[in-house]
T-cell receptor
Framework: ETGVTQTPRHLVMGMTNKKSLKCEQH?????MYWYKQSAKKPLELMFV???????ENNSVPSRFSPECPNSSHLFLHVHTLQPEDSALYLC?????????????FGSGTRLTVV | AQTVTQSQPEMSVQEAETVTLSCTYD???????LFWYKQPPSRQMILVIR??????QNATENRFSVNFQKAAKSFSLKISDSQLGDAAMYFC??????????????FGTGTRLQVTL
């Protein structure tokens, strides 16, 4: 058990499907994050949730819709995806403070848009 | 905005040897933290080592140590006695200090480390 669990591990979607990526943390953290990891690019921060409230949306297209029902769970609802959305989507959690601790990451969902 | 640069896309080291991965960053902040993460084929990002900017002493964790040069904004990772299990992508990351709200981690593009026999 890593502390941050992401499901599914792999997801293949058509461009017209709707699906949800799930993240769950068992660490008592109060902040959760979605990152997109594409080949040869830095990890891109998508969303930040701080005590269940969204505090950052990094200009993410509306076809990505996050949901944080409580401090332990985070979802990423996706629909009408484009081929460039194929990537590894990583969830992470942390304490808001102290900042000297990094994040704890899940193993990601590999999303392939066909 | 803060940026993190890793100029070595790939590195190779022989088992039992030492390798150094480079990282530079740009910031105008005085309160921040730096991290090295490892991402093996299992995909999970694992924290290797962290450094508080206010500390002059370089952080060490077993075979892993950093060379933190604050004035030069440089944060390199040294891996001693390299092992096959060290083969992975290594990411340098920056996090602002401060309190109250979650501060984001900014990553470099990563360095792929190969370990050979």
């Amino acid at each position: 058990e890593t502390g941050v669990t992401q499901t599914p591990r792999h997801l293949v979607m058509g461009m017209t499907n709707k699906k949800s990526l799930k993240c769950e943390q068992h660490l008592g953290h109060n902040a959760m994050y979605w990152y997109k990891q594409s080949a040869k690019k830095p990890l891109e921060l998508m969303f930040v949730y701080n005590f269940k409230e969204q505090t950052e949306n990094n200009s993410v297209p509306s076809r990505f819709s996050p949901e944080c029902p409580n401090s332990s769970h985070l979802f990423l609802h996706v629909h009408t995806l484009q081929p460039e959305d194929s990537a590894l989507y990583l969830c992470a959690s942390s304490q808001v403070t102290p900042s000297n601790y990094g994040y704890t990451f899940g193993s990601g969902t590999r999303l392939t848009v066909v | 905005a803060q940026t993190v640069t890793q100029s070595q896309p790939e590195m190779s080291v022989q088992e039992a040897e030492t390798v150094t991965l480079s990282c530079t960053y740009d910031t105008s902040e005085s309160d921040y933290y730096l991290f090295w993460y490892k991402q093996p084929p299992s995909r999970q990002m694992i924290l290797v080592i962290r450094q508080e900017a206010y500390k002059q002493q370089n952080a060490t964790e077993n075979r892993f140590s950093v060379n933190f040069q604050k004035a030069a904004k440089s944060f390199s990772l040294k891996i001693s006695d390299s092992q096959l299990g060290d083969a992975a992508m290594y990411f340098c990351a920056y996090r602002s200090g401060g309190t109250g709200t979650a501060s984001k981690l900014t990553f470099g593009t990563g360095t792929r480390l190969q370990v050979t026999l």
